[in-house]
Each structure stands twice: as structure tokens, then as C-alpha cells.
């Protein structure tokens, strides 16, 4: 099992980018896949979800309206389109991989914690600075 992330990079204020998380060794059908971020000094909160089985979406409040979370079964890929970027959207951001734990809890429209995601990708560092 192994995810990878990749599309970070340096970016001004409101501008966009679309990170992607290659999935290989099992099936989007699945496991729902999450995206989270770390910025310096703080801690890791989630930023979007979504699990392929139903459809089922989750973003943070910090992110609604701006980022969007897709998935490419046929590629085995997920996207996190975002846009409308801030300056306190720099991290570094994850994607992870979570069960039927992760797939329950956005059933019911609520996040999943990092703890119920069993697979963990390298991250990708966006920047956001004029």
C-alpha cells in the first residue's frame, strides 16, 4: 500500500493549485482518502475527505467554498483542487488512507480522526506568499 502526494508548491494569494494523491496496492472502492495539513508551530488538522463507496464529502469550515475534493477511479488518484488561496493555507499537506471507520464517519456527514486513517503518504509543501 503506498500513496503519494505530490503538486505543492509556491503560489501568490489568491491563486490556485490542485494536489494529487496516487494510490497504489488497494482500491478507492475501498478506502476513503483524507487530506491533512501541518503548518510550522501548529498542529495537524484535516482538511477534506471523501470516500469513493458513496460519494460522501468532507470539508473543513476553513476551507468551504475554496477547495474541492475529487476522485479518479480509473487512475486510482484523488484531487484536492484549491482555490482562492490565503497565506494561512501554507502547510504541508497529507493524504491518507482510512476504512470502514473513515467511511462511516463521512456517511454521516462528520470528519474522521487522523487516528482512524491507516495509511499515511509523504507530504507535498504549498506555500502561499506574495
Known amino acids: 500500500v503506498q500513496l503519494q502526494a505530490s503538486g505543492g508548491g509556491l503560489v501568490q494569494p489568491g491563486g490556485s493549485l490542485r494536489l494529487s494523491c496516487a494510490a497504489s496496492?488497494?482500491?478507492?472502492?475501498?478506502?476513503?482518502i483524507g487530506w491533512f495539513r501541518q503548518a510550522p508551530g501548529k498542529e495537524r488538522e484535516g482538511v477534506s475527505a471523501?470516500?469513493?463507496?458513496?460519494?460522501?464529502?468532507y470539508y473543513a469550515d476553513t476551507v468551504k467554498g475554496r477547495f474541492t475534493i475529487s476522485a479518479d477511479a480509473a487512475k486510482n488518484t484523488v484531487y484536492l483542487q484549491m482555490n482562492s488561496l490565503k497565506p494561512e493555507d501554507t502547510a504541508i499537506y497529507y493524504c491518507?488512507?482510512?476504512?470502514?471507520?473513515?467511511?462511516?464517519?463521512?456517511?454521516?456527514?462528520?470528519?474522521?480522526?487522523?487516528?482512524?486513517?491507516?495509511?499515511w503518504g509523504q507530504g507535498t509543501l504549498v506555500t502561499v506568499s506574495s
Open positions: 471523501i470516500s469513493s463507496s458513496d460519494g460522501s464529502r
Open positions: 491518507a488512507a482510512g476504512g470502514y471507520w473513515v467511511q462511516s464517519a463521512l456517511a454521516r456527514r462528520t470528519e474522521a480522526p487522523a487516528h482512524d486513517y491507516d495509511y
Open positions: 496496492g488497494f482500491s478507492l472502492d475501498n478506502y476513503a
